[in-house]
């Protein structure tokens, strides 16, 4: 989500929601927004960070803190160190509401999902609206530089080898930008878990993450990982919705209709972040990425997540494959009857295979995109419109509104 975007949408729904969730993993940039709306509320704020101490002693009796600054906008950070918290939150808002109070407001921070941070769900029903911020994207890096279109080739490969995290894609080099990327890796598997209650064997959970990234948009096979690992397949399932939860990977389920076709159900897991998915495999330069194996399944995850965050909640992603053959990267469903077929190309002069005709047909596909690393548009035959990453997320976008 562009900045300024970010910027409003937060605002608005602060406005419209008694309390917020900014959701996003470490480091992508939901404290630096939490500050730029906190020091613009017109009633004043109040910013805890729940994992400074002396920030933690603050709310010793939290229903004091909380009444004592009811007019104001009270920004949690890092939440899930205090989960007990939803508990009083919740007690607060119906007082608040009572009051009529306008100012008031709660804006928490979390670095996982909300099924990860507990409790939420179940104590704040109703009265708790979840915004997502995601690492930067082609569509802002293409506004940074000061069009929506141009020859973005370099901003883009070098977006897609660092990843979209700001301290990564801001390093001086690629060398320094890895350096980050493992230490980020490295802060995950050391502290967050543990943070998060997660009681996992560390060793064991890295293998499974380097792993997930050497599979990277393969069909999941659940027996293969729990022979490797020598773990249950409870043990398989559990690190992978960790994964899930802490928003590292994104699992496309298979889409499915009565179509008398044998379908395939094994889902798809991709790394979110491709700057997270080629430190995990020791990719250095884009010299490296692109005579690596996975370079074709790398460019397909980064454009599918560019592209489902474009849709935003509005669609939901799939992707199509049956026995036969018949297979799309990327299915959006923004309504029954309304779903798009994408195919996704890291080539820049790329054709379609009778595959992926086979799959549109199938699903009834409204519209037909073949997403590609080069920088023109053009029609192909059969209705398939080819296009470059941030032409198609504004197709996609467009759909959303």
């Keep these: ?49 729940l994992e400074n101490p002396a920030d933690r002693r603050l709310l010793d009796d939290p229903n004091a803190y909380f009444s004592r600054y009811s007019n104001s906008l009270i920004v949690l950070d890092e939440v899930h160190r205090l989960p007990e918290i939803f508990q009083v939150l919740r007690g607060q808002i119906d007082q608040r509401r009572r009051k009529g109070s306008t100012g008031g407001k709660f804006l928490v921070l979390g670095s996982a999902s909300m099924d990860l941070l507990r409790q939420s769900s179940e104590s704040l029903a109703g009265r708790i609206s979840y915004l997502e911020l995601t690492p930067l994207s082609p569509s802002e890096i293409c506004a940074a530089a000061g069009a929506a279109s141009g020859d973005h080739t370099s901003d883009l490969d070098r977006l897609w080898l660092r990843g979209g995290f700001p301290p990564s894609f801001v390093r001086a080099d690629d060398s320094a930008s890895l350096q980050w990327r493992l230490d980020f890796i490295r802060t995950y598997l050391e502290r967050d878990l543990p943070q998060f209650g997660l009681r996992i064997a560390t060793d064991r959970f890295d293998r499974f993450w380097r792993m997930i990234a050497n599979d990277q948009g393969e069909l999941f096979n659940a027996q293969r990982y729990s022979r490797s690992l020598d773990a249950s397949g409870h043990t398989v399932a559990h690190y992978l919705d960790i994964l899930q939860k802490l928003l590292m990977i994104r699992v496309l389920k298979p889409w499915y209709a009565n179509t008398g076709k ?133 197709e996609v976008r467009k759909a959303s509104e």
């Design 1 to 49: 989500m562009i900045e300024r975007e970010a910027f409003d949408v937060l605002q608005s729904r602060l406005h419209q929601f008694d309390s917020v969730a900014l959701l996003g993993p470490r480091q992508v940039g939901k404290t630096t927004l939490a500050h730029r709306i906190a020091g613009q509320w017109s009633s004043g704020a109040r910013y805890l960070d």
């Design 262 to 394: 044998r379908l395939v159900k094994s889902p798809r897991p991709y790394l979110r972040d491709s700057g997270i998915l080629h430190a995990l495999l020791n990719l250095r330069s884009l010299d490296d990425l692109l005579s690596h194996s996975v370079a074709g399944k790398s460019w397909e995850g980064f454009a599918i997540e560019n592209l489902v965050r474009a849709a935003g909640d509005r669609s939901t992603p799939y992707f199509f494959r049956t026995g036969a053959g018949a297979e799309a990267d990327l299915v959006l469903e923004f309504a029954p009857g309304n779903c798009w077929a994408i195919e996704v190309k890291m080539s820049s002069a790329p054709s379609v295979d009778r595959g992926f005709h086979a799959a549109a047909d199938d699903i009834g596909a409204v519209r037909k995109l073949l997403v590609h690393r080069g920088e023109e548009s053009f029609p192909m035959r059969h209705g398939i419109e080819a296009m470059p990453l941030p032409a198609a997320m504004n």
